[in-house]
């Protein structure tokens, strides 16, 4: 019978036959994949084991650095990569979504590059790819693999992925890869997190980006997240987030009339992704949020919430 355990005993064994004595990269996402293959492979074979955190810039609140401790708490040897003004600059003036897409892809896999070519004699690629992965194309889970898999040139590859790929988690589901992760003591609220696209805040962002606007979406899906964790709602929900809307509307403070903003929440009850509800999330929950939204972040005068369900609409708006 499947176990946790059982996996984990036998996979690490595994792992130690095939890797031996090398040296091996994995690009860590802070999301649930990445996070426990990499574990996994630390139990394997510790020290060999290479992690890479890139910041794009488009990641949650205060994401970057409270992940980056948190892998450090894990005992992994991780490097935090910053590259947000990498990213930044090359979508610079884009606003179709596959072309941010191409952007942010092509800069992820040459800031990877440089950084997989400063560990010597790394043989292997390691990703958290899982079963659904194989079988779609467009990853749920948003890691780094993703980003790499959809966006990949086929007539120049750059140097790591040339390298042999080791997946440890290629025939598990999304709740076997929890439980897996429970069973090495991984931090819950680490396994419990929401899928996040790889892409980020870019996709959430319709049309063009700019800092001031990755700061806003920051901002407000930071009060509507919160919100969800403190009214015991988190979990019950599949995937949350904001979205910065390419319309302003008018509204009033004091006085004065105002010209601003408008965002659109998103929670949905999914198992894969591929078909979604939206959340009856309660009213005096939605209420809450918007006043707190609305007061707390600058330049937002009105907040909206999506009440569609995949199909025909998607989980994210581009
Ligand atoms: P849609 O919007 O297609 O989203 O209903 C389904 C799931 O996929 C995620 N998603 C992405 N993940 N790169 C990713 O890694 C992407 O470009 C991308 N687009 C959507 C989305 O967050 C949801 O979980």
Redesign the pocket.
Request: charged letters at 25%; glycine letters at 8%; one cysteine or more.
């Given at each position: 019978d499947w176990t946790p355990q059982s996996f984990v005993e036998e996979t690490v064994e595994d792992l130690q036959t095939k890797l031996g004595n090398d040296r091996v990269v994995l690009g860590l996402s802070g999301g649930v994949d990445s996070s426990v293959a990499a574990m996994l492979l630390h139990k394997a074979i510790g020290e060999n084991l290479y992690c890479i955190f890139v910041n794009n810039g488009l990641l949650r609140k205060n994401e970057f650095t409270d992940v980056l401790e948190q892998y450090k708490g894990m005992g992994l040897n991780v490097k935090g990569v910053d590259a947000s003004t990498r990213f930044l600059d090359a979508l610079a003036g884009l606003s179709d979504p596959e072309e941010k897409?191409k952007a942010i892809g092509r800069v992820f896999i040459e800031v990877f590059d440089d950084e997989a070519h400063e560990i010597s004699d790394v043989k292997w690629l390691a990703q958290g790819t899982i079963y659904p992965d194989v079988i779609e194309s467009?990853?749920?889970?948003?890691?780094p693999s993703?980003?790499i898999k959809?966006h990949h040139n086929v007539g120049g590859l750059p140097d790591f992925m040339k390298l042999r790929i080791v997946e440890p988690l290629k025939a598990l589901f999304k709740d076997e890869v929890r439980r897996v992760g429970a069973s090495m003591d991984m931090d819950a609220t680490l396994l419990g997190r929401h899928?996040?696209?790889?892409?980020g805040l870019a996709?959430r962002i319709l049309g063009d980006i700019t800092a001031e606007k990755v700061r806003i979406l920051q901002e407000v899906d930071a009060v509507f997240i919160n919100g969800l964790k403190e009214w015991n709602l988190y979990d019950k929900v599949w995937?949350a987030g904001a979205i910065l809307l390419p319309v302003n509307s008018v509204g009033v403070m004091g006085d004065e009339r105002t010209y601003e903003k408008c965002v659109a929440l998103r929670a949905v009850e999914s198992t894969d992704?591929m078909t979604?509800d939206w959340v009856n999330l309660p009213y005096e929950f939605l209420q809450k949020t918007s006043n707190d939204i609305i007061n707390k972040v600058k330049g937002v005068n009105r907040v909206v919430y999506d009440i569609s369900s995949?199909p025909p609409a998607?989980?994210?708006w581009e």
């Amino acid at each position: 019978d499947w176990t946790p355990q059982s996996f984990v005993e036998e996979t690490v064994e595994d792992l130690q036959t095939k890797l031996g004595n090398d040296r091996v990269v994995l690009g860590l996402s802070g999301g649930v994949d990445s996070s426990v293959a990499a574990m996994l492979l630390h139990k394997a074979i510790g020290e060999n084991l290479y992690c890479i955190f890139v910041n794009n810039g488009l990641l949650r609140k205060n994401e970057f650095t409270d992940v980056l401790e948190q892998y450090k708490g894990m005992g992994l040897n991780v490097k935090g990569v910053d590259a947000s003004t990498r990213f930044l600059d090359a979508l610079a003036g884009l606003s179709d979504p596959e072309e941010k897409r191409k952007a942010i892809g092509r800069v992820f896999i040459e800031v990877f590059d440089d950084e997989a070519h400063e560990i010597s004699d790394v043989k292997w690629l390691a990703q958290g790819t899982i079963y659904p992965d194989v079988i779609e194309s467009v990853s749920a889970t948003g890691g780094p693999s993703a980003t790499i898999k959809s966006h990949h040139n086929v007539g120049g590859l750059p140097d790591f992925m040339k390298l042999r790929i080791v997946e440890p988690l290629k025939a598990l589901f999304k709740d076997e890869v929890r439980r897996v992760g429970a069973s090495m003591d991984m931090d819950a609220t680490l396994l419990g997190r929401h899928p996040f696209p790889g892409p980020g805040l870019a996709i959430r962002i319709l049309g063009d980006i700019t800092a001031e606007k990755v700061r806003i979406l920051q901002e407000v899906d930071a009060v509507f997240i919160n919100g969800l964790k403190e009214w015991n709602l988190y979990d019950k929900v599949w995937q949350a987030g904001a979205i910065l809307l390419p319309v302003n509307s008018v509204g009033v403070m004091g006085d004065e009339r105002t010209y601003e903003k408008c965002v659109a929440l998103r929670a949905v009850e999914s198992t894969d992704g591929m078909t979604a509800d939206w959340v009856n999330l309660p009213y005096e929950f939605l209420q809450k949020t918007s006043n707190d939204i609305i007061n707390k972040v600058k330049g937002v005068n009105r907040v909206v919430y999506d009440i569609s369900s995949k199909p025909p609409a998607t989980i994210e708006w581009e």
